[in-house]
């Protein structure tokens, strides 16, 4: 399917910058989940015009109708993956649909979760690692796990089969979409239907201790629970994040890659509602005119 521009993200800068790409008469697609927006189940102070606090899932549901009046797209999945082909962009969601679009706006927000099962924080970067496709050339020939229940982590676990000597893929509960699953499967990910209860290693990763105590060797563990990070779709599209994977841009919100935009808590401190909104209105406008440009 093709449109003008996608938001990849949908909390406070994401719905903002499909509201105002929108207005500008581009057609707009907006991917992702709701419920990984930070403001999900949280309640909304010192903003501007609110008084006291407010819902923030109040506040997501009216930004989504207002951003479904201007004539936005919304698909419900999250993003898998993205590519520039060339001046225009492809998105995949989970269920394996595509979008070819003329700009893309990343407000997908900046949490890394933790599984919080001992040795993880201590053997972090001595073999446990949040991005797999960061990593996954330490580690051609060697032997690794995979951790998470969502299609992020089937993805990168299918990735990894063409890195790693064997691929472990360790999910209690997957909810993975279908077509995820089996990818990885066929590619050769071993699914472990079990969770993590303790990473081990000295001075690197030597294993990790199953629900059952049994214990597994592997040369690293890369945690990959949720939605694709915004360093990682960054880098699909040719951008190289910051240090602190933090995305570097522009003052209309621009990233070194013509197209190609960020906004909200992904572009880094302070994690504010009014900054995501203010910059996802700056993103939407320049993303609007970008595609209107490869329109003319």
Known sequence: MEYDVAVIGTGPAGLQAAIHAARKKVSVVVLGKVVNSAMTGTH?????????????????????????????????????????????????????????????????????KALGVPGEKELFGKGVSYCAICDCNFYRGRVVAIVGDETEA?????????????????????????????????????????????????????????ADGSEVDVDGVFIELGAKSSADLAMDLGVMPEMDDSIKVDRQCGTEVPGVYACGDVTGKPWQVAKAVGEGCIAGLSAADHAKGRMS
Not at 76 to 91: K, T
Not at 172 to 189: F, M, P, Q, R, T
Request: aromatic content about 8%; proline content about 1%; hydrophobic content about 45%.
């Open 44 to 112: 909304v102070e010192n903003y501007f015009g609110i008084p006291g606090a407010k819902d923030g899932d109040s506040i997501l549901a009216d930004g989504i109708a207002q951003a479904k009046a201007f004539g936005c797209t919304f698909v419900e999945y999250n993003v898998i993956s993205a590519e520039d082909v060339g001046g225009s962009f492809v998105i995949t969601a989970e269920d394996d649909s595509t979008y070819e679009v003329k700009s893309v706006v990343i407000a997908t927000g900046v949490s890394r």
């Open 154 to 210: 089937a993805v990168s676990a299918a990735m990894m089969t063409r890195y790693a000597s064997k691929t472990y893929w360790v999910s209690a509960d997957v909810k993975a979409s279908s077509v995820a699953k089996e990818k990885a499967i066929a590619a050769g990910a071993i699914l472990l239907e079990t969770s993590i209860e303790s990473i081990r290693g000295e001075n690197r990763v030597s294993s990790m201790v199953l």
